[in-house]
């Protein structure tokens, strides 16, 4: 062991702000791996990755370590701690190897004298990819107090070159004193030395952010979100803190979540009253009821796609329930019995005093700021209550919107344009070590695909012609035909952008038949389409769903009324082109799957921190 | 009128990103007010705050356009639009007087000769405080279409100095070409020339922003929010983005609102019903069944043309079946004596198949990220399904929180007053028009007061010397006596610091008792105090409460068995101190009552673009 008067200790590395150690980025994170900061004492915290033991030959116990032996315990894919049962098991079920291996139980090859062993730690305080060895004399800690996977150190000591020659680390911390020891409880711990698949680490998302991948993913997500706010601050646009209750739908369409304060009294109402009157037939015809409700709902999510099967759906309800009313109508004049029905909720006791919803979109809202201020946006979570048809969706995912008056679609498209490229550059120039690691999972380095959505001139197509592109595809067979009218889906979008079969670039279609878009987007002047576009990159798929408003009160006013929708909910915002009006444009971006297209990872629950999907919102 | 040969064009002032047009920031926002920009042509966009007529004398008209009179039509105070009917009886009500001119009907000073009228127009695209003068010579446009308030114009005309001297415009436009009119509907447009109430403007969360108080109040929000991502980047913080949905209770104490998607079948029935809880009699509704049914069969007929209808028309049917349905069993429920009532809640059948909540603190999603990754942040909003008791609170709320490992209570505390300052500078920089604007409602210029915030150095007191200094006032006897143990209220906070009486900076009180705080606070060594803190500032109050949370897992779970919490829910709290714990701490920031402080207003309503209060969420 080095003595310290051997130790040439420069000036000390510069601290973490608001703790009293040397970020790991700080050391391993510059361009020679650290090496010029031999020689200097730190303090430095984080958690073991994976662990050796290493013991040194006897002759080099005690004295300088550059010639020790690293003993590595076990295979290479061997953890360092116990694995928990039910991880086995799922190792098992995927097919993959155990061996059993504690370090303190290991033994060691022989031929090595068996001294005193030193713990050699990979530790990462998650400021970078990379890990810093640290080593650990037993004389000062007990190695298998530090070596568990997960355990949490911090520790004082002198950076040195690595006591054994090895390519992987120009520097590696010889401890001098442990400071502090978060232990881990081996049988309880999820995570291990190997890497564990990303379904297994959904249900334990408050570990997840120590694995090397989700602490890149976090750190892209990061980069992304500063490199939006600096975009808009750079642009002259305002943030706009929209709010998450609403009364007004954006959509007319999607599946809302109700917020509300009335459940709490019904639980309590319940205490009091049990009573539940059976009726076998009419049951019957009433659960019938109920999953033809549900048949109903679910097809009305794809009404665009298949409105016969809707029709019938709708029809076979009504005959339920006439079938229904017909049997009530029997019973009754057979029975008086008592019967148990819900009272309506009366929303007036609520806490808003009518109903209440959790935001789907907040552009609407943020029309009203842009038409005051010129240029907002905005950046908060948005939901659905609707059960995912893709693993891009889940119930609450955050958007970034924006909105510009004095626009038009064309301005939009430049923006989205101009804005990808910005966050993609910022992305590749941050987090480079984190998009490399990325890249081992990927079929290319995601730097390139990065690189080339920002030197690419985004391709621009109608939706007019991007169906006619398709329809001329004779190679492959679409699950749904592409027509004049259907909406583009992702197989659709997979085949022209995702093998870069038609195109090579990020695409804007745009030009959207009317009915495929909502009430709000410009009606074009052939009364067809409307002036909405959206930004489709290979893989990920639509990143950004954008459009120029509907900035004439008559036009808007007719396309409420053709839709149905509720007029006295849009009062406020046909009030936006009562006075004052002008032409204005943005755009939707969907946070989430912008990250899910950087990581290259392929479902969006894995990068979002605590992911909410049907039937699942633990923590 | 000079001709375009006479103006000197100068090359084209910075066009405005994303919309062709010139933001009036960069005419009037100049040191100079844009004096120096005078001969050159832009095209502006913007609403009209206020207008006047100018009559050029005969000799003039057509001329150059330098010696003008201009007519102020009425009086200072006078609107130029029509006042609203319910406005002008609040006006009543709150004593201000009214005359109603409207300027195309105004009488112009005797001895100026009638000729052709000139609109002088001020105008704001919201990008600054200043309007800019707009000049639009009859010949151009009727005066009467565009002086109206909140009119939207797009304009394209040439920099020149104000026809007439004057002290408040270094420049106006004179418009040679009028693009776009976004006409107002006088008797209905809310806003006017004259400064209205913000009670008042409540009402138009949609119109609000276009009034120099709240596009300021925006501009401000927009500059802090700018500021904490700034704070948190150049401090290697990441940005973690927390879920709303929750079923984690971050104190165990907040009324919360639950999420749910059970509600959504008696909406509709509410739809049908016509709503009001006007009781549809059940022959009514058997009689629109058969109304509904016809309908239908019409439109199968046709349902190749129009499936939309077809289905729609189902839809209603399907509604009415059901409306009946639960008619017929009121009546008969009714009719036999029994109570109706509700059913119970089977929460299996929700979207999350369990209840879940809006999250009312995201720390303890943020400590799970922080013991992986060191320093993070979140910004988003959170609730409380509280009616507030004072003008602060509103049911959803925008937070900025932090977490740090490997930091303690002093370490927040430092984190603390180094954000408040650098947030407050940034504002100072960035926004001093605006704040010089809302210095006018305040007693003191509020830019001193941020100043004084940046410069002084926080002091610190424990929550014991607070409440002894406060026991010692004898000039003044508090609603709620101050004891040992009872927290400090508004009112002592307002004695202390609001009159600069005790303390003259922001103070940080620390160390509260453990009673006083959340279950998650790191119990100090006297058993009875605990490490959190408050940073209190004059006027607003506590802005920041923070802590240094519970890293030890025995202390942890024998507050939660003490405070009977449902441990079940906190499991995954515990398993941070199982596995790896480490010392960590925190804050979070009301981030509403920072702009409440920089701007000086007193409801938080009038800082929150789309508040939501108890009994209130429009829009």
Redesign the interface.
């Known amino acids: 062991m080095a003595s310290e008067q051997q130790v040439v200790v420069k000036n000390p590395v510069t601290l973490?702000?608001?703790?009293?150690?040397v970020?790991l980025?700080t050391i391993v994170g510059s361009s020679d791996g650290g090496l010029e900061l031999a020689g200097k004492r730190v303090v430095i915290?984080g958690?073991?990755k994976s662990s050796n033991e290493a013991a040194l030959p006897a002759q080099e116990v005690g004295g300088g370590g550059s010639a020790a032996a690293v003993v590595t315990v076990g295979s290479k894919d061997v953890g360092c701690v116990e694995i928990l049962p039910f991880f086995r098991s799922l190792m098992k079920a995927l097919g993959g190897s155990q061996q059993q291996h504690h370090p303190s139980r290991g033994k060691l090859d022989s031929g090595v004298p068996k001294m005193p062993p030193t713990a050699v730690l990979q530790v990462s305080?998650?400021?970078c990819v990379a890990t810093l060895q640290v080593r650990v004399d037993s004389s000062i800690w007990r190695p298998s107090e530090i070596m568990p996977t997960?355990?949490?150190i911090?520790v004082k000591g002198t950076l040195q070159q690595p006591a054994v020659k090895e390519n992987k680390h120009a520097i590696e911390l010889k401890v001098e004193k442990v400071i502090?020891v978060?232990?881990?409880?081996q049988d309880?711990?999820p995570l291990s030395k190997i890497r564990l698949p990303l379904e297994f680490l959904r249900d334990f998302?408050?570990?997840r952010?120590?694995t090397t991948t989700v602490?890149s993913v976090?750190?892209i997500?990061?980069a992304f979100?500063?490199a939006a706010?600096t975009f808009f601050?750079n642009?002259?646009f305002?943030?706009?803190?929209?709010?998450?209750?609403?009364?007004?739908d954006c959509e007319g369409l999607s599946?809302k979540?109700?917020?509300?304060?009335?459940?709490?009294k019904?639980?309590k109402?319940?205490v009091?009253?049990t009573?539940d009157s059976v009726r076998v037939s009419l049951e019957t015809v009433k659960a019938s009821i109920e999953d033809k409700?549900k048949l109903?709902e679910e097809l009305k999510i794809k009404?665009e796609i298949n409105?016969?099967k809707?029709?019938s759906a709708?029809?076979d309800?009504?005959n339920a329930?006439?079938l229904?009313?017909q049997l009530?109508?029997r019973e009754?004049a057979n029975k008086?019995?008592?019967?148990?029905?819900?009272?309506?909720?009366?929303?007036?006791d609520d806490?808003?005093?009518?109903?209440?919803y959790?935001t789907v979109s907040g552009r609407l809202?943020l029309e009203?700021?842009a038409?005051?201020?010129?240029?907002v946006y905005s950046f908060?979570?948005r939901?659905r209550?609707e059960k995912p048809d893709s693993k891009k969706q889940v119930?609450?995912m955050?958007m970034i919107e924006l909105e510009?008056?004095?626009?038009q679609l064309e301005?939009?498209m430049?923006?989205a344009e101009d804005f990808l490229k910005f966050v993609c550059e910022w992305a590749i120039e941050k987090c480079s070590d984190d998009l490399k690691f990325l890249s081992k999972r990927a079929d290319q380095t995601i730097i390139d695909r990065l690189q080339s959505m920002v030197s690419s001139s985004f391709e621009r197509v109608t939706y007019a012609e991007a169906v006619d592109v398709l329809k001329q595809v004779k190679d492959k067979k679409f699950e749904k035909q592409i027509e004049w009218g259907v909406p583009l889906s992702e197989e659709h979008e997979r085949y022209a952008y995702g093998g870069d079969e038609i195109y090579k670039s990020p695409v804007i279609i745009h030009n959207y038949l009317k009915e495929l878009k909502p009430f709000y987007v410009r009606l074009n002047d052939d009364g067809r389409t409307v002036a909405a576009f959206d930004v489709v990159v290979p893989k990920a798929g639509t990143l950004i769903r954008g459009s120029q408003n509907e900035?004439r009160f008559s036009v808007l006013n007719t396309r409420i009324k053709e839709q149905?929708l509720?007029k006295k909910q849009y009062e406020?915002?046909l009030?936006?082109r009562?006075?004052?009006?002008?032409?204005h444009s943005g755009f939707s971006l969907m946070?989430d799957l912008l990250v899910l297209y950087a990581t290259d990872l392929i479902d969006v629950r894995d990068v979002?921190?605590?992911?909410?999907s049907?039937?699942?919102?633990?923590?």
């Open positions: 973490c702000k608001y703790s009293k150690r970020s980025k915290g958690w073991v305080d998650g400021s997960g355990t949490c911090v502090h978060g232990a881990v409880d309880k711990y998302p408050h570990f952010p120590r602490a976090t750190r997500r990061n979100t500063q706010h601050m642009n002259g305002l943030y706009v803190q929209l709010p998450v209750i609403t009364t007004t599946e979540f109700q917020v509300t304060t009335l459940l709490r019904e639980l109402k319940e009091i009253s009573g409700n109903v009404s409105k016969e809707l029709i709708l029809q309800l009504c329930y006439e229904a009313a009530e109508a009754k008086s019995g008592t019967l148990v029905i819900t009272e309506r909720v009366d929303f007036s806490f808003f005093s009518h109903q209440t959790l809202h009203s700021y038409c005051a201020l010129g240029n908060g979570p939901f209550a119930a609450e955050w510009m008056a004095f626009s301005d939009a430049k923006c900035e149905s509720p406020w915002y009030d936006l009562r006075h004052g009006t002008i032409t946070f979002i921190p605590f992911p909410r049907h039937g699942k919102a633990n923590n």
